[in-house]
């Protein structure tokens, strides 16, 4: 991917492969992020080596924020372990079904996402599954957060924010938010600011 000897499009294909691999949005909206915050053209076959290298650059910083966490994440639960808990509580069903970094803040439509840095993104969501529940977004802050049915990837339903797009993990919400959240209509918006 850094190599200036390679070919651009090699080069970009490189990038997209490294979304195999991790891809925080959920792929085609990690590489929509990338390529609006780095200015690259999604069809460009021939993009900006220094533009493709910051892309990376991004993707790599939030590859060690989240690495990070696994980490902790593994150590807290060898210690759960070794104190009797060998089973890992309802919270931690988002961490199971985001394993290995793909879809860690998935985006329900993949042109709707946050503008941040990744690392930015991911270092509030982890703060905010660290934290008491909340009643808006860990990203954002928006406390506009609806309920959808129709996801196209898992988890096939759940709460998304209507100003970032991510869909929220439930552990980060309050009672009263996720109420507030399947009450309202995809077309509505919840408040319970």
């Known amino acids: 991917m850094r190599d200036p000897r390679c070919d651009l499009a090699l080069r970009r294909y490189s990038l997209r492969k490294c979304l195999e691999r991790f891809a925080p949005y959920g792929h085609r909206a990690t590489w929509d992020h990338l390529c609006t915050r780095h200015g690259i053209d999604p069809d460009d076959r021939d993009p900006d080596p220094a533009r493709l290298v910051a892309a990376l650059a991004e993707l790599e910083e939030a590859r060690a924020v989240w690495l990070a966490y696994e980490r902790d994440f593994a150590e ?11 089973r890992p509580g309802s919270f931690d069903d988002w961490h ?98």
Not at 76 to 86: A, C, M, P, V
């Open 96 to 193: 199971r079904r985001t394993w290995g970094g793909n879809g860690i803040a998935r985006c329900g439509d993949p042109g709707v996402h946050p503008t941040d840095p990744l690392a930015d993104v991911l270092r509030r969501l982890i703060t905010a599954l660290e934290a008491a529940p909340s009643a808006v977004c860990p990203v954002c802050a928006d406390s506009r957060i609806v309920w959808r049915q129709d996801l196209e990837q898992e988890p096939w339903f759940g709460p998304v924010c209507s100003g970032c797009g991510i869909v929220v993990p439930q552990p980060v919400l309050t009672r009263e938010a996720l109420m507030a959240a399947k009450r309202a209509r995809v077309g509505e918006l919840a408040s319970v600011a």
């Open 76 to 86: 807290r639960r060898r210690r759960e372990k070794h104190d009797g808990l060998r």
